[in-house]
């Protein structure tokens, strides 16, 4: 039997996470090789390759994890099981929203989980400001995303919010997380340099799209790259690479630092290659590392026991090696296998999600009724 209240609400979102990480790279093969026809013919299969995985891959994690994490900030009970299957429920529909309506109409579906969220934090100023941006960057971009003319605005938008939840995250807790791997080791940042960390990611979500603010983008840009290089050497990489739990945060932070670098090569050389790189080394390399580092992380709270390293170690591979094959050799090798290397890089992407999914899915599942 199922308790009214679930003792771990992420179970259930990380469980659909890992599925939507295996299936969404196999579909988007399909339907980028025109094998497979979306039904709505304004649909095209990149714009919904991107839609789904940023609010579907990405917001299933990011609920998940909001869920769990809200009630330990704030001491409130875990959420009622009505609420969360109510939520799944919304988040199943959103998928099938762009078949029969518009797509920006489906932003009203996103609207409760971030109320509900929102009211559970209320006591709690500093997380009430960070949820709060969260919420309102997601259902921004989510209402402009398929608006002509605003495609690119919402895309950037995003961007910047899932990179300020990451390096927020990471920086918050990264001392907790160390000390767990390496008890003898002191790791501290300095609030200045925290309290700057936050500032520059804040700004960075703006998207500076007119041409008299190029120049305001790029200071920041500069800026951006230089203090996480800071906080990025003050997490002793030197030592913390040794342990996959560990590492797989440095390497994390490190593809949204590389990110930030591909972003100021589009203003130099202005071509819309870096652009897309950029996109793919923050969500396929900052977020997915980050987020299956937070899912080991959950899943030892959960059943005492993390992934064994080797595995963990192997799903970072596959990552890394998806992220070469999609961002690293067509930038010097062309186009002209681009079909080959967006095939291996999908399938070395679907491996690491499936890897995961092996080891921890069923431990998912029996988090649902503990």
Not at 348 to 357: D, E, F, L, N, R
Request: no cysteine.
């Amino acid at each position: 039997m199922y308790k009214r209240e679930s003792q771990y609400p992420f179970a259930y979102f990380f469980t659909i996470t890992i599925i939507l990480g295996w299936a969404l790279p196999l579909i988007s093969l399909f339907l980028l090789s025109r094998m497979w026809i979306l039904p709505v013919r304004e649909l095209s299969p990149e714009n919904w390759h991107g839609h789904e995985f940023t609010f579907a891959f990405v917001f299933s994690f990011l609920v998940g994890h909001l869920l769990t994490v809200s009630s330990s900030w704030t001491k409130n009970k875990n959420p009622s099981l009505k609420l969360i299957f109510t939520l799944i429920a919304l988040f199943f529909i959103d998928r099938f929203i762009p078949f029969f309506f518009r797509y920006w109409f489906s932003f009203i579906l996103l609207t409760p989980f971030f109320v509900f969220i929102i009211k559970r934090v209320m006591s709690n100023s500093a997380n009430f400001f960070f949820i709060s941006v969260i919420a309102v960057v997601f259902l921004i971009s989510k209402a402009l995303f398929f608006i002509e003319g605003y495609e690119l605005y919402a895309k950037n938008l995003m961007s910047g919010g899932i990179r300020f939840y990451i390096v927020l995250i990471i920086s918050r807790m990264w001392s907790v997380y160390a000390k767990h791997s390496f008890s003898d080791i002191q790791f501290g940042t300095p609030k200045w340099l925290h309290q700057l960390t936050i500032g520059i990611s804040l700004l960075l979500i703006l998207p500076f799209t007119m041409q008299s603010h190029l120049y305001i983008r790029m200071s920041l840009l500069i800026v951006g790259i230089l203090i996480y290089s800071m906080r990025f050497g003050l997490m002793k990489p030197h030592l913390t690479f040794r342990r996959p739990d560990t590492a797989i945060f440095l390497f994390s932070f490190g593809w949204i630092i590389y990110g930030l670098i591909l972003e100021l090569q589009v203003f130099f050389e202005h071509l819309i290659f870096y652009f897309i790189s950029y996109n793919h080394a923050l969500f396929m390399g900052g977020f997915a590392l980050f987020a299956m580092g937070m899912m080991n992380r959950f899943l030892k709270g959960m059943t005492g026991e993390s992934l064994p390293d080797k595995y963990l170690w192997l799903m970072i591979i596959l990552i890394m090696s998806s992220l070469v094959f999609r961002i690293l050799i067509p930038m010097y090798e062309g186009v002209y296998m681009a079909k080959v290397y967006l095939m291996v890089s999908a399938l070395s992407w679907s491996a690491s999600w499936g890897t995961v999914g092996k080891l921890s899915f069923l431990k998912f599942l029996r988090g649902m009724k503990a």
